[in-house]
């Protein structure tokens, strides 16, 4: 059981392999190992028997067959004639999708009410707290259930919608607005929009430079902003100006044309970023409280303003303490989107969980919606520790 | 050095500005600047349009007794649906003329956990108040309690190896000796056990009737899912956090791919896992209850999270103490549970609250394997086609049920913080 195997090789006298903590470690880890092993082959073989007795075929070939189900929200072309495979990857699609945003939009809310907290007035700072001590007291999906039933009960059926401009209809079957017709510049004006980006970081870089060696600052938001809404819209331009637009209009018991964000989808994002923010908030705010109150006074006595300070001499020294517990919030964002299960929101798992009712195949289905959340999981971390480490301080 | 007195008209200052009473904390907390006093202003106005719509809603339009959603219609809130609803919420579908029965334990529950946060209890006190909690917790729950002679062997074999491990060369001999004898006794009996020499003996409570699990609901159901299915994962936790602290490789290795695997994937898949798949792994024949199921999915999810708080307790303790441990010549069992451990576990007591306010949260997921947990019941409750319609009535009363738990519990493990660090803090 001794674990110390350190030195044992440097003793002249020969100890009696029983007191040779070496050979204990070892036999140690060969017993537990060999324990998690038969717990393993008895499982395996219950799982086989029980398997063959109910007469399901193991393997990944029902991947191909049809799903025959409908998914109410998909990024792809998406039909019941489809695989399950392709079924499961449009969950996995909306996953990303609900993820991605929330993380996005609740570290931004998160952010203003960490901020807040930590305002001088103290009515904001009383109601930032308790936003974040309500939203993180209460079950998310409760939350969810909240915001879902609130949606689909209080919004008007699709003929007594909210009309605003004949074109956003607001019911309880989401948003319908607008949206162009399809046209090949919508595509040009994609790459467009890319070429804007990676010219927008070059110019960045160029004028950080710059501001260091010379001291002139640049104006890289305005120009930046004029980049990326400039290219596309002179592609737009070159080919035309396409102006055609797909309207909602009210045809039987529900819109057609436009399109639409479901209520499933809203209620599942604004839940999940605003639980989220209300820990985000908290990290931010110790994150700040946690560095000395000489930046603040110093920034102060330069004479930089309440925003410079918080922008300028704050926030980025905040940003490493903040940032490892980040990474677990945005962990949790990926992982709670998995509650789209219970409002009825075709994620992954909604998606893996109708495929294991139709096929029975459940120890293939887990395998995958493990697998693929370790994948979501490991890239988000390995991003956001390489984004730890450029953002470290650099000590000698 | 001769001062003139300045002579004529002398500028008069304006007093300073008052800093004291209510008028001085209102201008230095809400007018401060023009900026924050526009801020103020818009804050008033926006708390008071959503305040007054609130109360509006859920107390000057509301209705508090009806005899059904019909009579509520057209008005504001309808706690009559609570009125009416509040003791299937609570207890679910346990019966009716027995609600007595979860009620108290519910209250066992509490006494324990508020009991167990009293530092003046954190001795050999709290193990025999969750013996006896435990005991009348589950008892009043099932109305009758069977013992098998394997949980008591299995009982004297866990207590007496970690008995004997932990006092060896600290205890007198017969201390020790008695510990040996009691991990044989276990160990031997239930070796005849399996071997059906020794017969299956079991000890019958029979207090109340008996109440299958697929009946318990609510409240109960959530604390018993929190309580001790963190209870059982924290001994699970500490063997995992030692596992990956471990110099052992393939000890080590079995660890880190366990914890990093279940904290990588969300609780529902897990939950989905145990509900389909325990079946699978179990002989033919075997059915194992659906209470059951999802117990043991808090566990294994638990644990991992339990044994990543507790890691960190074990890596804030200097190096010096394993090696004095070490110099001492403790055994590792002796190193472990003498020095190491109880400095370590005080460190992560209000991160393991924070946890147990996470899971009594994440215990409602276990809805969506049909457990009626309290939010399923409060779910429930607005199937009633009498009762349609009032969703936000019976959520927020579920939600402030939730809040005044996790609330107080946050408050708590605040309050401990600053407790357990007043040696440390200058």
Same mark, same amino acid.
């Given at each position: 059981m001794a674990v110390e195997a350190v030195g044992s090789r440097s003793h002249t006298t020969r100890v009696a392999p029983w007191n040779d903590p070496t050979v204990r470690g070892w036999v140690f880890q060969i017993v537990i190992v060999g324990l998690v092993v038969a717990l393993a082959w008895f499982l395996v073989s219950n799982t086989l028997e029980n398997l063959a007795r109910q007469k399901i075929a193991s393997g990944f070939h029902y991947l191909d067959r049809e799903a025959g189900f409908e998914i109410g929200d998909t990024m792809i072309a998406y039909s019941p004639a489809n695989t399950y495979a392709r079924a499961i990857f449009v969950g996995l699609l909306n996953t990303l999708k609900v993820a991605g945003i929330g993380i996005v939009l609740s570290t931004i809310l998160g952010t203003l009410i960490g901020v807040g907290r930590l305002s001088p007035n103290w009515l904001l700072s009383k109601i930032c707290e308790y936003y974040v001590e309500i939203f993180r007291n209460v079950p998310l999906l409760l939350w969810l259930f909240l915001i879902y039933k609130l949606i689909s009960e209080a919004f008007p059926g699709p003929r007594q919608a909210i009309n605003v401009l004949n074109s956003f209809f607001l019911s309880n079957r989401g948003l319908y607005f607008p949206v162009p017709l399809a046209n090949p510049a919508h595509q040009w004006m994609g790459v467009a929009f890319l070429v804007a980006v990676v010219a927008t970081w070059f110019m960045a870089r160029w004028a950080r430079k710059r501001q260091e060696a010379t001291g002139q600052p640049f104006h890289t938001i305005y120009t930046g902003v004029g980049l990326l809404v400039g290219l596309p819209a002179l592609v737009w331009l070159a080919f035309g100006a396409p102006v055609g637009m797909s309207w909602p209009a009210l045809k039987g018991f529900n819109f057609v044309g436009g399109t639409v964000i479901q209520p499933e989808f809203t209620a599942l994002l604004v839940g999940l970023v605003l639980y989220t923010s209300a820990f985000v908030a908290e990290i931010v705010r110790s994150g700040i409280l946690a560095l000395n109150k000489g930046q603040s006074e110093a920034a102060a006595a330069i004479g930089l303003s309440r925003g410079q300070i918080m922008r300028l001499v704050l926030l980025p020294q905040a940003m490493r303490i903040i940032v490892p517990p980040m990474t677990s919030q945005y962990l949790n964002i990926t992982k709670n989107s998995s509650l789209a299960i219970a409002i009825g929101y075709p994620d992954l798992v909604a998606s893996v969980n109708v495929t294991i009712n139709q096929t029975g195949q459940a120890i293939e289905n887990i395998l995958i919606i493990m697998a693929a959340y370790l994948t979501v999981s490991l890239s988000i971390s390995a991003f956001m520790n390489w984004y730890n480490k450029r953002i470290a301080l650099r000590e000698r | 050095m001769s001062d003139a007195m300045p002579t004529g008209e002398r500028r008069q200052l304006a007093p300073p500005v008052d800093h004291t009473g209510v008028m001085g904390w209102m201008r230095r907390n809400l007018f401060s600047s023009w900026g924050n006093g526009i801020t103020t202003i818009v804050l008033i106005a926006a708390v008071a349009w959503l305040l007054s719509g609130f109360l509006h809603w859920a107390v000057f339009t509301a209705t508090f007794t009806a005899p059904n959603g019909q009579a509520c219609? *057209?008005? *504001?809130?309808?706690?009559a649906l609570i009125h009416e609803k509040y003791r299937y919420i609570f207890f679910g579908s346990f019966p009716y003329q027995q609600h007595w029965r979860p009620l108290l334990a519910v209250l066992t529950m509490l006494a324990m956990l508020v009991s167990s946060a009293d530092r003046r209890m954190w001795n050999g006190r709290l193990v025999v108040i969750w013996l006896v909690g435990t005991f009348i917790t589950f008892l009043l729950m099932f109305g009758v309690l069977s013992f098998s002679i394997s949980f008591f062997l299995t009982i004297a074999l866990i207590c007496g190896g970690i008995g004997m491990f932990a006092r060896a060369g600290v205890g007198t001999a017969v201390e020790v000796n008695g510990w040996r004898a009691m991990a044989a006794i276990g160990a031997v009996g239930l070796v005849l056990r399996i071997l059906d020499i020794l017969p299956a003996w079991s000890l019958n409570i029979r207090a109340f009737d008996y109440v299958e699990t697929g009946l318990w609901g609510g409240l109960p159901v959530t604390m018993i899912l929190a309580t001790y299915g963190l209870a059982f994962a924290f001994p699970y936790g500490i063997l995992l956090a030692l596992g990956r602290r471990s110099n052992l490789p393939l000890i080590k290795g079995l660890c880190v791919g366990f914890i990093e695997l279940i904290r990588g994937v969300p609780l529902i898949s897990l939950l989905i896992m145990a509900s389909v798949m325990l079946p699978l792994f179990l002989p033919s024949g075997t059915t194992i209850d659906k209470f059951l199921r999802a117990l043991v999915a808090v566990i294994l999810f638990a644990g991992a999270y339990i044994a990543e708080i507790i890691r960190g307790g074990l890596q804030s303790l200097p190096k010096g103490q394993f090696e004095a441990a070490d110099a001492m010549a403790l055994s590792y069992p002796q190193k472990t549970i003498l020095i190491i451990l109880p400095q370590a576990l005080r460190v992560v007591i209000p991160p393991l609250i924070n946890t147990f306010i996470g899971f009594f949260k994440d215990t409602s997921l276990v809805l969506i394997i049909g457990i009626f947990d309290f939010l399923n019941t409060a779910n429930q409750a607005l199937v009633d086609p009498n009762w349609a319609g009032f969703p936000a009535e019976v959520y927020l009363f579920a939600a402030f049920v939730y809040f005044c738990f996790c609330f107080s519990m946050s408050r708590y493990s605040k309050y401990l913080e600053v407790e357990l660090n007043k040696g440390t803090r200058r």
């Amino acid at each position: 059981m001794a674990v110390e195997a350190v030195g044992s090789r440097s003793h002249t006298t020969r100890v009696a392999p029983w007191n040779d903590p070496t050979v204990r470690g070892w036999v140690f880890q060969i017993v537990i190992v060999g324990l998690v092993v038969a717990l393993a082959w008895f499982l395996v073989s219950n799982t086989l028997e029980n398997l063959a007795r109910q007469k399901i075929a193991s393997g990944f070939h029902y991947l191909d067959r049809e799903a025959g189900f409908e998914i109410g929200d998909t990024m792809i072309a998406y039909s019941p004639a489809n695989t399950y495979a392709r079924a499961i990857f449009v969950g996995l699609l909306n996953t990303l999708k609900v993820a991605g945003i929330g993380i996005v939009l609740s570290t931004i809310l998160g952010t203003l009410i960490g901020v807040g907290r930590l305002s001088p007035n103290w009515l904001l700072s009383k109601i930032c707290e308790y936003y974040v001590e309500i939203f993180r007291n209460v079950p998310l999906l409760l939350w969810l259930f909240l915001i879902y039933k609130l949606i689909s009960e209080a919004f008007p059926g699709p003929r007594q919608a909210i009309n605003v401009l004949n074109s956003f209809f607001l019911s309880n079957r989401g948003l319908y607005f607008p949206v162009p017709l399809a046209n090949p510049a919508h595509q040009w004006m994609g790459v467009a929009f890319l070429v804007a980006v990676v010219a927008t970081w070059f110019m960045a870089r160029w004028a950080r430079k710059r501001q260091e060696a010379t001291g002139q600052p640049f104006h890289t938001i305005y120009t930046g902003v004029g980049l990326l809404v400039g290219l596309p819209a002179l592609v737009w331009l070159a080919f035309g100006a396409p102006v055609g637009m797909s309207w909602p209009a009210l045809k039987g018991f529900n819109f057609v044309g436009g399109t639409v964000i479901q209520p499933e989808f809203t209620a599942l994002l604004v839940g999940l970023v605003l639980y989220t923010s209300a820990f985000v908030a908290e990290i931010v705010r110790s994150g700040i409280l946690a560095l000395n109150k000489g930046q603040s006074e110093a920034a102060a006595a330069i004479g930089l303003s309440r925003g410079q300070i918080m922008r300028l001499v704050l926030l980025p020294q905040a940003m490493r303490i903040i940032v490892p517990p980040m990474t677990s919030q945005y962990l949790n964002i990926t992982k709670n989107s998995s509650l789209a299960i219970a409002i009825g929101y075709p994620d992954l798992v909604a998606s893996v969980n109708v495929t294991i009712n139709q096929t029975g195949q459940a120890i293939e289905n887990i395998l995958i919606i493990m697998a693929a959340y370790l994948t979501v999981s490991l890239s988000i971390s390995a991003f956001m520790n390489w984004y730890n480490k450029r953002i470290a301080l650099r000590e000698r | 050095m001769s001062d003139a007195m300045p002579t004529g008209e002398r500028r008069q200052l304006a007093p300073p500005v008052d800093h004291t009473g209510v008028m001085g904390w209102m201008r230095r907390n809400l007018f401060s600047s023009w900026g924050n006093g526009i801020t103020t202003i818009v804050l008033i106005a926006a708390v008071a349009w959503l305040l007054s719509g609130f109360l509006h809603w859920a107390v000057f339009t509301a209705t508090f007794t009806a005899p059904n959603g019909q009579a509520c219609r *057209g008005h *504001g809130a309808c706690w009559a649906l609570i009125h009416e609803k509040y003791r299937y919420i609570f207890f679910g579908s346990f019966p009716y003329q027995q609600h007595w029965r979860p009620l108290l334990a519910v209250l066992t529950m509490l006494a324990m956990l508020v009991s167990s946060a009293d530092r003046r209890m954190w001795n050999g006190r709290l193990v025999v108040i969750w013996l006896v909690g435990t005991f009348i917790t589950f008892l009043l729950m099932f109305g009758v309690l069977s013992f098998s002679i394997s949980f008591f062997l299995t009982i004297a074999l866990i207590c007496g190896g970690i008995g004997m491990f932990a006092r060896a060369g600290v205890g007198t001999a017969v201390e020790v000796n008695g510990w040996r004898a009691m991990a044989a006794i276990g160990a031997v009996g239930l070796v005849l056990r399996i071997l059906d020499i020794l017969p299956a003996w079991s000890l019958n409570i029979r207090a109340f009737d008996y109440v299958e699990t697929g009946l318990w609901g609510g409240l109960p159901v959530t604390m018993i899912l929190a309580t001790y299915g963190l209870a059982f994962a924290f001994p699970y936790g500490i063997l995992l956090a030692l596992g990956r602290r471990s110099n052992l490789p393939l000890i080590k290795g079995l660890c880190v791919g366990f914890i990093e695997l279940i904290r990588g994937v969300p609780l529902i898949s897990l939950l989905i896992m145990a509900s389909v798949m325990l079946p699978l792994f179990l002989p033919s024949g075997t059915t194992i209850d659906k209470f059951l199921r999802a117990l043991v999915a808090v566990i294994l999810f638990a644990g991992a999270y339990i044994a990543e708080i507790i890691r960190g307790g074990l890596q804030s303790l200097p190096k010096g103490q394993f090696e004095a441990a070490d110099a001492m010549a403790l055994s590792y069992p002796q190193k472990t549970i003498l020095i190491i451990l109880p400095q370590a576990l005080r460190v992560v007591i209000p991160p393991l609250i924070n946890t147990f306010i996470g899971f009594f949260k994440d215990t409602s997921l276990v809805l969506i394997i049909g457990i009626f947990d309290f939010l399923n019941t409060a779910n429930q409750a607005l199937v009633d086609p009498n009762w349609a319609g009032f969703p936000a009535e019976v959520y927020l009363f579920a939600a402030f049920v939730y809040f005044c738990f996790c609330f107080s519990m946050s408050r708590y493990s605040k309050y401990l913080e600053v407790e357990l660090n007043k040696g440390t803090r200058r």
